[in-house]
């Protein structure tokens, strides 16, 4: 992936407004998971050994009943590698502002 598309077809479909940048989350530590299964034998796409990292943080505000729909980056890592303490924070206060539910 070059870049992330400046639109989303959620934001589009529950009315959300244009997209914002929130500041980066920056992380000190590493995650606690990686896969150990491919050590050795991985990719960078794949993922290696956790490591420390940074997130770019994008947020649709306005979304109808008040909904959350954000997009995150972690740059220079693979789906394997475990989520940071302080983006892993992030998230969850992401989910936890959310009214939750279905209608």
Same mark, same amino acid.
């Given at each position: 992936?070059?870049?992330? !598309?400046?639109?989303?077809? =959620?934001? #589009?479909?529950?009315?959300?407004? !244009?997209?914002?940048?929130?500041?980066? &989350? $920056?992380?000190?530590?590493?995650?606690? %998971?990686?896969?150990? @299964?491919?050590?050795?034998?991985?990719?960078?796409? =794949? +993922?290696?050994?956790?490591?420390?990292?940074?997130?770019? &943080?994008? %947020?649709? !505000?306005?979304?109808?009943?008040?909904? $959350?729909?954000?997009? %995150?980056?972690?740059?220079?890592? +693979?789906?394997? #590698?475990?989520? #940071?303490?302080?983006?892993?924070? #992030? %998230? @969850?206060? @992401?989910? &936890?502002?959310? !009214?939750?539910?279905?209608t």
């Amino acid at each position: 992936m070059v870049r992330l !598309p400046e639109t989303s077809p =959620w934001a #589009e479909k529950y009315g959300a407004g !244009p997209r914002q940048r929130a500041p980066d &989350v $920056v992380d000190a530590q590493p995650g606690k %998971i990686h896969d150990t @299964l491919r050590e050795g034998k991985s990719s960078a796409g =794949w +993922g290696f050994a956790a490591k420390p990292g940074k997130a770019e &943080v994008y %947020i649709f !505000p306005g979304a109808r009943d008040g909904r $959350v729909i954000a997009d %995150i980056v972690r740059l220079d890592k +693979g789906h394997t #590698e475990g989520l #940071e303490p302080n983006i892993t924070r #992030e %998230i @969850l206060k @992401l989910v &936890v502002s959310a !009214p939750g539910g279905k209608t």
